[in-house]
């Protein structure tokens, strides 16, 4: 249980990888209780032949589990394609196509195409490898009857067969589901995300704002326009390291000082966006202004005097009749008076005036 918990509460790609691991750890484990079944059942008919292929594959079986549960998919994978190889040749050649051991090479030719640690060229042909053992089994053994005790039970065996082999099938389908969906959510991710902050870039902020703007039950909803003040003197007097420092400084504290319902997103530059949702402009111009001192309290640059850095941020309500592009650009003029009114203020904006402001508290 404790491995299905960290299966579903980590990272994607880690997901992806414990989600491998615990297939082929259940295939190894079926696989195991397969052959011993197997095992007992050709004794009982004296098929001594598959009694000690039966003992081989149970060993092979049991290393591709120990492999598997130690991360060794590939490997795993490798030898249990070669088992299958193995065992159904001399199930067909012992009791003939009848009984239908020749299925499994299906489920691995699909399996074998899973194998992301070779090119798509080389999984395509160890596939294709097991596809024409199939083929050469009807060749080889196309009149090989069946010869042990309960003859009348080999029409279920043959379905028992199939069914059993389509489990690898189901299971690779699932795996396969699972990395195409882990492939596009990092693709999305990227798409959406600012590389260096790990915050929501423009774009996203955009279309977000939007459909939240648009909804038929809207609430309340408030932006939030923040700016690093003379951030352009942090690049030219410490550097870009410090200068991106500082800006992942300030990101973790606007993102400590909002709600997981609020987005934070890079505008530009050192500029930031949070969009409230359900917040109204007095919530909002609170959020501003505890943003604001966490700043100045908190971010500091590397001279001597250990200056403050501070930021500058303006606020407005989002009125149900304006557009985005209006009530940014009325958010963008409160930023403007918070910047030239003397940074590292809050000021916003409100109906068709432009009302207060949150001095720096010394």
Aim: glycine share 6%.
């Amino acid at each position: 249980m404790k491995f299905l918990e960290q299966l579903f509460t980590s990272k994607p790609d880690d997901r992806v990888q414990g989600l491998k691991i615990l297939i082929v750890s259940f295939i190894c484990s079926f696989g195991l209780v397969i052959h011993m079944l197997l095992l007992f059942i050709f004794a009982h008919i004296g098929a001594t032949t598959l009694v000690y292929a039966n003992v081989v594959s149970i060993l092979v079986w049991g290393v591709a589990l120990v492999i598997g549960l130690r991360g060794g998919f590939p490997t795993a994978i490798g030898i249990i394609c070669l088992e299958v190889v193995f065992h159904s040749a001399v199930a067909v050649r012992e009791l003939g196509l009848a009984a239908g051991f020749q299925h499994y090479l299906w489920a691995m030719a699909v399996l074998a195409l899973l194998n992301t640690n070779v090119s798509l060229w080389k999984a395509l042909a160890f596939s294709a490898v097991f596809v024409l053992d199939f083929a050469l089994l009807y060749l080889l053994y196309p009149d090989v009857s069946y010869q042990y005790a309960f003859a009348g039970a080999i029409p279920v065996v043959h379905t028992v067969n199939v069914l059993i082999a389509g489990v690898p099938l189901l299971l690779s389908g699932v795996v396969y589901r699972a990395m195409h969906d882990n492939q596009v959510l990092h693709l999305s991710e990227l798409a959406s995300r600012d590389a260096m902050t790990g915050i929501y870039n423009r774009r996203f902020s955009m279309e977000t704002a939007e459909r939240l703007h648009m909804r038929p039950d809207r609430q309340e909803l408030s932006l939030v326009l923040i700016d690093i003040d003379k951030f352009k003197q942090i690049n030219d007097s410490f550097g870009h390291p410090q200068g991106d420092e500082v800006i992942r400084h300030v990101v973790q504290l606007i993102r400590a000082m909002v709600r997981k319902s609020d987005l934070v997103s890079r505008w530009g530059g050192e500029e930031f966006l949070v969009i409230l949702p359900g917040a109204t402009l007095d919530s909002a111009r609170s959020v501003a202004e505890a943003i604001r001192r966490a700043v100045e309290d908190q971010v500091c640059l590397p001279d001597e005097a250990r200056s403050p850095v501070t930021v500058s941020l303006g606020v407005v309500n989002w009125r149900p009749e304006q557009s985005f592009q209006e009530a940014f650009q009325l958010v963008d003029e409160a930023l403007y008076r918070s910047k030239s009114n003397g940074r590292n203020q809050v000021t916003h904006h409100e109906t068709e005036q432009d009302v207060g402001e949150f001095r720096a508290a010394s």
